[in-house]
């Protein structure tokens, strides 16, 4: 994305994983996001590692942009003006992606 160490605002964070591993954060950045055609300020907490995900939005975006997140559906509602905007997930693509971060890289195992 262009962003180097130097763009992060030094904040140690611990992040708790799935399987209850911790590690912290490296830092945070402060990103104008697009979603839905809505421009957002975006607050990221970035590690170092790898990930089967690009980002997670936390409960502070998701609130901040009054979005009803559905699993099942993989989708996102949110409203905007002039109605409600819907963001839908692609399960094949999601499927593949999470295959491709599982496979062995010349650095070891994912």
């Known amino acids: 994305m262009g962003f180097s160490e130097k763009d992060l605002v030094q904040k ?3 992040l708790v994983g799935f399987s209850g591993e911790t590690k912290q954060s490296l830092g ?12 957002k300020q975006v607050r990221y ?14 409960k502070p975006s998701i609130h901040d942009m ?3 997140p559905s699993t099942y559906h993989q989708s996102l509602k949110f409203p905007k003006p002039g ?16 295959k491709n971060a599982l496979k062995p890289t010349a650095a070891g195992p994912a």
């Open 83 to 98: 109605g409600v905007q819907e963001i839908w997930g692609d399960q094949t693509i999601a499927r593949d992606c999470y």
């Open 12 to 14: 140690t964070v611990p």
């Open 28 to 39: 945070e950045i402060v990103i104008l996001t697009f979603v839905g055609g809505m421009k």
């Open 45 to 58: 907490l970035v590690t170092d590692g790898p990930s089967t995900y690009n980002v997670i939005l936390g």
């Open 66 to 68: 009054k979005a009803v």
